[in-house]
């Protein structure tokens, strides 16, 4: 079965520093992988995904994140961060049964950056 | 933004009472899931639907029921509601192709506290 680990459940970082929040996944099949982040007070919204050919993929606000089949990672990076990147960060993988598709989410990484 | 509204948005209620937590979609997307996010354990899925009447378990579908009558109304019912599930509840929702790229849309979220 799908699973993946956040392996930081918390990250304090100074403003304009550079960020990694970790993810690995459990899989014995092809996978989808995903980033999602939510600010304070507000629902998830997708960063970026992970589905096939290039291996680093880039999302909204300046993050991207590298997919490693042989280490089955999929960490989230950003080179310098703001104020407004403070939110909690998701890692996710997609799960295929006969009924449809589904996100099985880690359990979150908060992003504190403070200046 | 995704046509997603959930309601209520807030509810304290006691234990042991039938609680009903409503999304209502304008989008016209094909699944509908409800998830519940605590801290430590991330977003769990709860049920999901993948047609009118066409619904499936989630990791944590113990205690809780869903119905789907009309493609915008998927309701998730506490029968009896216990301590246990104080939570934040999310409905989200997507529509193929976007659904196999992991895209779901999320509500606000309904924050439900059993006494």
């Known amino acids: 079965a799908q699973s993946v680990t956040q392996l930081d459940s918390q990250v304090p970082v100074f403003e304009e520093a550079p960020v990694e929040l970790r993810c690995n996944y459990s899989?014995?099949?092809?996978?989808?992988l995903f980033w999602y982040v939510q600010y304070p007070n507000q629902g998830l919204q997708l960063l970026l995904k992970?589905?096939?050919?290039?291996?680093l993929v880039k999302g909204i606000n300046g993050f991207e994140a590298e997919f490693n089949k042989s280490q089955t990672s999929f960490h989230l990076r950003k080179p310098s961060v703001h104020i407004s990147d403070t939110a909690e960060y998701f890692c996710?993988?997609?799960?295929?049964?006969?009924?449809?598709?589904?996100?099985?989410f880690g359990k979150g990484t908060t992003l504190s950056v403070s200046s | 933004d995704a046509g997603i509204t959930q309601s209520p948005r807030h509810k304290v209620t006691e234990t042991g009472t039938p609680v009903t937590l409503r999304c209502h979609q304008t989008?016209?997307?094909?699944?509908m899931y409800w998830y519940r996010q605590d801290p430590g354990h991330g977003l769990r899925l709860i049920h999901y639907s993948y047609g009118v009447k066409d619904t499936d378990k989630g990791e944590v579908s113990d205690g809780y029921s869903v119905s789907r009558s009309k493609t915008e109304d998927f309701l998730l019912t506490l029968e009896s509601a216990t301590s246990s599930q104080t939570s934040v509840y999310f409905c989200?929702?997507?529509?193929?192709?976007?659904?196999?790229?992991?895209?779901?849309?999320f509500g606000e979220g309904s924050r439900l506290t059993v006494l």
């Open positions: 996710a993988v997609s799960v295929f049964n006969q009924a449809g598709t589904a996100l099985i």
């Open positions: 989200a929702i997507s529509e193929p192709p976007g659904l196999a790229f992991g895209e779901l849309f």
């Open positions: 899989s014995s099949v092809s996978v989808y």
């Open positions: 989008e016209n997307h094909r699944y």
């Open positions: 992970y589905l096939s050919g290039s291996t």
